[in-house]
C-alpha cells in the first residue's frame, strides 16, 4: 500500500489570477501530473496547492483506475487548499483550521494584522479494507516563499525581510502545534495500536524547530540509539520516515539550486515497523535517473505555465 504526498503547484484551471495563462499550458500541467501519479500508483494520497477543485477533477480524469478526491473546505486567501486522492472510499473525521487553544493569534504583516486559524486547512480522513486500514491527515503550512505588501515578493530592505521571515516563522510554528494537536487527537490513548500518517508540505526541512514539533516525545527518532527501546513515549510519538529514504532521493524542492527536503510524511509505531520502504519521485530501481525538479527562486510567478511542479511527491509502501 502506497501511501504518500505532493505539492502539485498552484492547479488552477487557465484564466484567472494564478493558473496557467492558456489551455495548451495547463494541459501540459496536467498530463505532467497525471503522468506522476499514474506511476506511483497511490492507495492514498495527500495533495497541496489545489486553488480550483475543478481542475483537481481534470486531474482525476486523466489518472488510471478509480480514484477520488476529497478536499478540505478552508482554502487560503489565494483559494488553495489540501486534499486527498484515493482509490479506497474514505470517510472525512476533521477539516480544521483552529490553532490549539493556548496559542494566541500571531502577527502576520507591519499593520499588526493577526491571524488566530490556521492559512489552510488541515484535513484527516480514514479507511478501512478487507486488507487493512488507516488515518491519514494532510497539511501545508506557512511557505517560506515570503511575500510584501502590494504584491511584492522582493523588500524594500533587509530589515523588511527579517521582519516578514519572522511573522512567517511565527504562522508555521503555530500551524505545526495545530497539527500535532489533531494528531494528537486521532492517535488516541494509545498511538501503538492505530494506524496513523501525517503527511504533506512542512515548508521545513527534518531538523527545523516547526518540523521538530510534529514528532511528540524525542529520544526515539529512526537511526538514534533508542529507535529500537520501546517506552513510554511510544503511544504518542510520530516518526518521520525521512531516514528511511535513500539519501541520494533525500529531497522534494530544489530552491536556488540547493536540495531540501520540506515534504514530510510521519507514522505512529504501530505503522513504523510496516514501512517496507519510502522514496521521493517516482519508485525506481537502484541506480535509476533522479526525479527532475526545476530551482525555484523568490518569484513564483516565473513558473506560472511551466508544466507538472516544482515538488517530488513523498511516499511510503506500507506493507499490510
Known amino acids: 500500500m502506497l501511501v504518500g504526498t505532493w505539492n502539485l503547484e498552484n492547479l488552477y484551471r487557465p484564466g484567472g489570477p494564478y493558473g496557467p495563462r492558456d489551455k495548451a499550458a495547463y494541459e501540459a500541467k ?11 500508483r497511490p492507495t492514498l494520497l495527500g495533495v497541496q496547492e489545489v486553488g480550483d477543485p475543478a481542475a483537481l477533477d481534470d486531474l482525476v480524469q486523466l489518472l488510471d483506475g478509480r480514484y477520488t478526491a476529497t478536499l478540505s473546505e478552508s482554502p487560503d486567501e489565494r483559494g488553495i487548499r489540501v486534499g486527498f486522492l484515493g482509490d479506497v472510499a474514505v470517510r472525512v473525521v476533521a477539516d480544521t483550521t483552529a490553532f490549539p487553544e493556548d496559542v ?14 490556521v492559512g489552510r486547512g488541515v484535513l484527516a480522513v480514514n479507511f478501512s ?71 504533506g508540505d512542512f515548508n521545513d526541512e527534518v531538523h527545523a524547530a516547526t518540523t521538530q514539533i510534529l514528532q511528540g516525545p524525542p529520544g526515539s527518532e529512526i537511526g538514534t540509539p533508542g529507535f529500537d527501546r520501546p517506552d513510554q513515549g511510544d503511544a504518542k510519538r510520530l516518526w518521520n520516515v525521512a531516514p528511511l529514504i535513500p539519501e541520494e532521493q533525500r529531497y522534494s524542492r530544489v530552491s536556488a539550486g540547493r536540495r531540501e527536503l520540506i515534504d514530510h510524511v510521519f507514522v505512529t509505531h504501530e505503522l513504523v515497523g510496516r514501512v517496507a520502504r519510502a522514496g521521493t519521485g517516482v519508485p525506481r530501481e537502484a541506480g535509476a535517473e533522479l526525479h527532475p525538479l526545476p530551482t525555484v527562486g523568490e518569484d ?18 506500507l506493507a499490510p
Not at 491519514?136 to 523588500?155: M, Q, T
Not at 510567478?301 to 511510503?316: F, L
Open 30 to 40: 496536467l498530463a505532467s501530473l497525471a503522468a506522476t501519479v499514474n506511476q506511483l
Open 104 to 117: 494566541r493569534p500571531v502577527q502576520v504583516d507591519d499593520s499588526g494584522r493577526t491571524t488566530g486559524r
Open 129 to 199: 479494507t478487507r486488507a487493512t486500514w488507516l488515518t491519514a491527515a494532510v497539511c501545508h503550512l506557512k511557505s517560506k516563499l515570503l511575500g510584501y505588501p502590494r504584491g511584492r515578493f522582493v523588500p524594500r530592505d533587509e530589515g523588511e525581510r527579517a521582519r516578514y521571515a519572522a511573522y512567517a516563522l511565527q504562522r508555521r510554528a503555530a500551524e505545526a502545534a495545530a497539527v500535532r494537536a489533531l494528531a494528537d487527537i486521532l492517535i488516541g490513548a494509545d498511538g501503538r495500536r492505530e494506524r496513523v500518517v501525517v503527511l
Open 300 to 317: 513564483p510567478e516565473v513558473r506560472r505555465d511551466a508544466p507538472g511542479s516544482d515538488h517530488a511527491p513523498v511516499w511510503i509502501d
